[in-house]
């Protein structure tokens, strides 16, 4: 049991570290004859890097990727197509400073896995968390980029919508806005606010959480399964995976605990001949499976672990310490989890879409 695969019949094996030499993925179980280039995938893996604006870490990664297998030249096109085997993704580590961690090697830093994955495996890799940083979730922009492609006329977006406790105006959505600003944020007023509060939180050396919202649109009706594969059972459990993330929900959410049952059924009408629903408080899934509504799920992260002011830990010994967390950090993990969180809907829609295909034909 290796704990490093996600999916069904969609399946992607994360490999790699921190500050290792390279890290990627495998994709698995994509179907044949999809046309996949290396910038299909890099203009993703461009949205998630770091070092793009005072507000992310200064590590400077360019997050290349590079496709080792899994592609070749279709007959007709001559361009590069999937051929439904094992898609093999690599990311180089360029800019690892290693020697930041040096003063922490023996600490456990309060927020961080670091106690806890010395406990179960008795060993950890103290340079920027090993296997637990949230340098993993390139390789699952990467193989996300991949799930985009298989279900057709699927198109998956996302947006920052709060930052500590300065929430977006609804009333002032603007997916374009969303690409205009370093926030991912969808309203433009907010995301100059958002600006001044972060760089009061980076200046102090400190962190702030933040909620995500994710959607999808063109998901067909009848994706999921009722009991066990449930859609939005799958897709909490595919955010709940993502570094730092607290807490998922779906459609309306915790909300609806303070809504009546009036409020919150989605009431149907005929229109131009087919069933519509007037209102979308489920989220595009009813029962487990997708409704053909659009898919909406949130979740929020936690203030990033890594930060200067000194905090009250132990070490490996037993003693007890005060630990200060150098190196480059993000004073808000929320911004870049944006293109991370897109991805993981991608994987698990991506992976229902054939669950369903093999199951009902198609």
């Not at 299909?40 to 770091?50: A, G, S, T, V, Y």
Request: aromatic share 6%; net charge negative.
């Amino acid at each position: 049991m290796s704990y490093n695969s996600f999916g069904h019949m969609f399946r992607m094996t994360t490999f790699g570290e921190s500050h290792g030499p390279a890290l990627g993925c495998v994709v698995d179980g994509c179907p044949p004859n999809i046309p996949l280039t290396e910038s299909d995938i890099q203009h993703f893996l461009d949205r998630r890097k770091p070092g793009q604006s005072r507000f992310t870490t200064q590590r400077r990664e360019p997050d290349t990727v590079r496709i080792l297998s899994g592609v070749f030249e279709d007959a007709d096109t001559g361009g590069p197509v999937t051929t439904g085997t094992p898609i093999a993704l690599m990311i180089e580590n360029v800019d690892q400073r290693s020697k930041d961690y040096g003063d922490i090697k023996d600490k456990f830093r309060p927020g961080h896995a670091d106690f806890t994955y010395w406990a179960k495996y008795g060993v950890r890799d103290y340079r920027g968390g090993g296997r637990s940083s949230a340098r993993e979730t390139a390789a699952r922009v990467a193989a996300g980029a991949v799930a985009r492609k298989v279900v057709p006329g699927m198109a998956v977006r996302g947006a920052l919508v709060q930052i500590g406790p300065h929430k977006v105006d609804r009333e002032r959505w603007d997916w374009a806005e969303v690409e205009r600003n370093p926030f991912f944020c969808p309203d433009a007023e907010t995301a100059a606010l958002w600006a001044d509060y972060l760089d009061g939180i980076r200046k102090a050396g400190s962190s702030v959480g933040a909620v995500i919202e994710v959607t999808a649109s063109g998901v067909p009706a009848g994706l999921g399964a009722p009991v066990y594969a449930k859609l939005d059972q799958e897709i909490a459990s595919a955010l709940m995976s993502i570094n730092a993330v607290k807490g998922v929900e779906i459609g309306a959410g915790f909300a609806s605990a303070e809504l009546t049952g009036e409020e919150n059924a989605d009431e149907m009408r005929m229109i131009d001949g087919h069933p519509e629903f007037l209102s979308n408080k489920a989220g595009g899934i009813l029962g487990g499976i997708s409704s053909g509504q659009e898919i909406v799920a949130r979740f929020v992260v936690k203030p990033t672990s890594s930060i200067l002011s000194p905090r009250r830990t132990v070490d490996k010994a037993g003693q007890e310490t005060d630990i200060v967390t150098k190196g480059r950090h993000d004073p808000c993990v929320g911004i870049r989890a944006v293109p991370v969180g897109e991805a993981m809907l991608a994987l698990v829609l991506a992976d229902h879409y054939l669950l369903h295909r093999g199951q009902m034909g198609g």
